[in-house]
């Protein structure tokens, strides 16, 4: 088992920056990558950003160039720093740990004003 615990979420305006955190804890070594999904209201969940234990990342068209995946292997946690934030970016964020099965956190709400 694996437990997934975002933190970071918040209210910021268009143009700015937060940095979602992610902490993995359990069977960590099963987990072959970490990343992040997002959903806004009324859409489908849909994919952020993913890391894998070998570091290659991947982004949604959608950030490219405003949003970074990283990831701290001595701390197990995996973090979104998120620049130039929009307001089509406001959406709950989910962090999830990949595995034999995936591993899913509770959420963290972004809410971007215009």
């Known amino acids: 088992q694996v437990q997934v615990v975002e933190s970071g979420g918040g209210l910021v305006q268009a143009g700015g920056s937060l940095r979602l955190s992610c902490a993995a804890s359990?069977?960590?070594?099963?987990?072959?990558?970490m990343g992040w999904y997002r959903q806004a209201p009324g859409k489908q969940r849909e994919l952020v950003a993913v890391?894998?234990?070998?570091?290659?990342?991947n982004y949604a068209d959608s950030v490219k160039g405003r949003f970074t995946i990283s990831r701290d292997n001595a701390k197990n946690t995996v973090y979104l720093q998120m620049n130039s934030l929009k307001p089509e970016d406001t959406a709950v964020y989910y962090c999830?740990?990949?595995?034999?099965?995936?591993?899913w956190g509770q959420g963290t709400q972004v809410t971007v004003s215009s």
């Open positions: 999830i740990a990949m595995s034999i099965r995936n591993y």
């Open positions: 359990g069977s960590i070594f099963s987990i072959n990558a």
């Open positions: 890391i894998t234990t070998g570091g290659t990342t």
